[in-house]
């Protein structure tokens, strides 16, 4: 009997704007465990000229923050990966990165669970449809390894989070900019 297969034509619909994926080392020792598949990473979403990160707090607003493309104050920047497009405009990411301001509070950052790497899978996913390479947060999805292996501060790590008196005030969202970080952030 004859089988016969027939593909169908489907278009995806792609977009025309890239979106990149940033990652950045957190340690030295990623130098040699990169080449095995292992490493502790940052990671950030670049779009329209700006990268979007995910960091940690002990405030109740947002954790993402907006910097320079591949220049995240603290960390040492390995590569840029293209996962794919948005139709998106510039400010239409901002709306999107303002609603998902909600879903990331900085006091809910958790390195095994709720990280800068699952954050950047979820806006990648969001604008794109694909998902950022396994091997970014693979030590995160084997967190019983990663308490022997991180070192104890990077449980630790928090993004300072500069907020001018005015903004505390009146209670408005208001992007700021630390002077001595370049780290924006959403209020």
């Known amino acids: 009997m004859l089988c016969r297969i027939v593909m169908l034509n489907r278009k995806k619909k792609t977009g025309t704007v890239p979106v990149y994926l940033n990652v950045y080392d957190l340690t030295t ?20 000229g ?7 707090h002990d405030h109740e607003t947002t954790g993402i923050f907006e910097v320079e493309p591949k220049q995240c104050p603290g960390f040492m920047f390995r590569k840029s990966i293209l996962i794919g497009r948005t139709d998106l405009g510039p400010k239409e990411v901002r709306v999107f990165m303002e609603k998902l301001a909600q879903e990331y509070p ?20 969001k604008l794109t449809g694909k998902s950022i390479p396994q091997w970014v947060n693979r030590l995160a999805r084997l967190g019983f390894l990663c308490n022997c292996v ?20 009146e209670g408005v969202k208001k992007k700021l900019r630390s002077r001595s970080t370049g780290v924006h952030f959403f209020f």
């Open 29 to 48: 020792i990623n130098g040699y465990a990169y080449w095995v598949g292992l490493g502790v990473y940052h990671s950030g979403v670049q779009v329209h």
């Open 50 to 56: 700006v990268e979007y990160g995910f960091g940690a």
């Open 106 to 125: 900085g006091n809910t950052y958790n390195l095994i669970t709720k990280n800068c790497n699952h954050f950047c899978d979820d806006v990648c996913f």
């Open 150 to 169: 991180l070192p104890a501060e990077l449980n630790q790590t928090k993004i300072r989070q500069v907020r001018s008196e005015e903004s505390v005030r």
